[in-house]
C-alpha cells in the first residue's frame, strides 16, 4: 500500500479538500477542544504563513490525509506543534504512519529541533502513532475542556529532533 502513496507539500488547489478532511475530524469529536470548523481560505491562510508547513498525501490525485508542522505558540523558533488528520474512510490502514515520518523527516531538514502535540486522553489512534514514533507522553491535562456533556483529559506529548539540537539559529529566542 504505502507504495502508491505520494506526500507532497500541499498546494492551494488541495485547500479545500484539506479543509474537509479537518472538519471530519472535529466533528468526529476526540481532535481538538477548538471545535469550530474551519474553510479553503483559512487553509490557505496557514500555508502562505511563515514556518508553516501542510503535508497532502495523495492515492492517484486525491488528497486523503494531510500533516502540519506550525510553531509553538510562547516557545522558541525551533519547537514546532505536530497536526495529523486522514479523511474518515482511509483511517486504520497505515496512513497516519505514512505522514509522521514525512512529517519528522521534514522536521529535521529545517532544523527544527523539537515537535509537541495535544492529544485527546482518549484518542487511542493519535497516542499509538505518536508513542510509535518516539513522542514521549510528558503529562495529562485533567478535566482541560468539555466536548458536549464529557470532560475531555489532554495528554501533551513531545519529541525531540537530535539532528536538530546542534543547530543554534533554531534555538535561539
Ligand atoms: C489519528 C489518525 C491521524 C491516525 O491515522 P491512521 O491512518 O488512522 O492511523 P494508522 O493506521 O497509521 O495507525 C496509527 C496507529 O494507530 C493504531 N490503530 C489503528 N487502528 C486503530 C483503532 N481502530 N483504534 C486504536 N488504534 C488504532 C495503529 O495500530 C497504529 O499504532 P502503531 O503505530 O502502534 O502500529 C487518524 O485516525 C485520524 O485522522 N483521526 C481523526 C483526526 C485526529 O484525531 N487527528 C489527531 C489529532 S491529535
Known sequence: MQSQWNV???RPADAACVAEIYNEGIRDGHAKLDMRLINAEQVLALMCAPDHHILAAEWGETVLGWASLIPEREA????????????R????????????????????ERGY????????????????????????????????????????????????IPAGLGQPAATEP
Open 89 to 108: 474512510g482511509d483511517r486504520f490502514q497505515g496512513l497516519g504512519r505514512i505522514l509522521m515520518e514525512a512529517l519528522i523527516r521534514l522536521a529535521e
Open 8 to 10: 507532497r507539500v500541499a
Open 113 to 160: 529541533y523539537k515537535i509537541v502535540g495535544r492529544i485527546f486522553s482518549s484518542n487511542e489512534a493519535s497516542r499509538r502513532l505518536c508513542r510509535s514514533f518516539g513522542f514521549r507522553e510528558v503529562g495529562v491535562l485533567e478535566k482541560h475542556g468539555r466536548v458536549g456533556d464529557r470532560w475531555v483529559d489532554i495528554v501533551l506529548v513531545e519529541r525531540l
Open 76 to 87: 522558541p523558533p525551533g519547537v514546532e506543534e505536530a497536526s495529523v488528520y486522514v479523511s
